[in-house]
Antibody, heavy 120, light 111 residues
Framework: QITLKESGPTLVKPTQTLTLTCTFSGFSLRTSGVGVGWIRQPPGKALEWLAL???????HSSPSLKSRLTITSDISKTQAILTLTNMNPEDTATYYCAHFIVAAAFFDLWGQGALVTVSS | QSALTQPASVSGSPGQSITISCTGTSSDVGHYNLVSWYQQHPNKAPKLLIY???ERPSEVSTRFSGSKSGNTASLTISGLQAEDEGDYYCCSHAGSSISVVFGGGTKLTVL
């Protein structure tokens, strides 16, 4: 059974760096054909794809946030870590991580989400 | 990489069928048969409904179906039920190896 859970701060100050961790079970980032993605959703707004990391180490980030985003995995390949620098109030959102099927480009299982508020 | 275009809202009565459109470009929806659809209820994580345009996970009701024509994908829900009320998002592969793009979301109201 695959599960994913996001963890990290609930409140960050403007200009700070956000680090979120997605801890998952039932697969690892050594499992061929899979990846982990990060998606966010500002309150009352649409989903926005942020970044993806795949089993073969390939990484991709949204062009609009590329300069601020980093996605990595831990050495055990059971966590995916998202870093977003220079946070501002517009980055207030629920951040989701999700299991990704690379060949078919879809997210089949999602974490519960973590609300991050940017405020001084 | 612009968001895919969806109608802001659709509505229907119980038992009716509705269709939600998702319009992209020849670089995403029109180029790849890699469109997926997600259902989201308030304060819940999205749930996969459809992948690869028209494939349905085994646990998803057969009332949900997907299709594509040109740069536009569609999600049809038949036999509307009250529990179908919520937000629906399309998503497409957008080239550049494994990047994806979401639609702006559609709010479904069951009258």
């Amino acid at each position: 059974q695959i599960t994913l859970k996001e963890s990290g701060p609930t409140l960050v100050k403007p200009t700070q760096t956000l680090t979120l961790t997605c801890t998952f079970s039932g697969f690892s980032l050594r499992t061929s054909g899979v990846g982990v993605g990060w998606i966010r959703q500002p309150p009352g707004k649409a989903l926005e794809w942020l970044a993806l990391i795949s089993w073969d180490g390939d990484k991709h980030s949204s062009p609009s946030l590329k300069s601020r985003l980093t996605i990595t995995s831990d050495i055990s390949k059971t966590q995916a870590i998202l870093t977003l620098t220079n946070m501002n109030p517009e980055d207030t959102a629920t951040y989701y991580c999700a299991h990704f099927i690379v060949a078919a480009a879809f997210f089949d299982l999602w974490g519960q989400g973590a609300l991050v508020t940017v405020s001084s | 990489q612009s968001a895919l275009t969806q109608p802001a809202s659709v509505s229907g009565s119980p038992g009716q069928s509705i269709t939600i459109s998702c319009t992209g470009t020849s670089s995403d929806v029109g180029h790849y048969n890699l469109v997926s659809w997600y259902q989201q209820h308030p304060n819940k994580a999205p749930k996969l409904l459809i992948y690869e345009v028209s494939e349905r996970p085994s646990e998803v009701s057969t009332r949900f179906s997907g299709s594509k024509s040109g740069n536009t994908a569609s999600l049809t829900i038949s036999g509307l039920q009250a529990e179908d009320e919520g937000d629906y998002y399309c998503c497409s592969h957008a080239g550049s190896s494994i990047s994806v793009v979401f639609g702006g979301g559609t709010k479904l109201t069951v009258l």
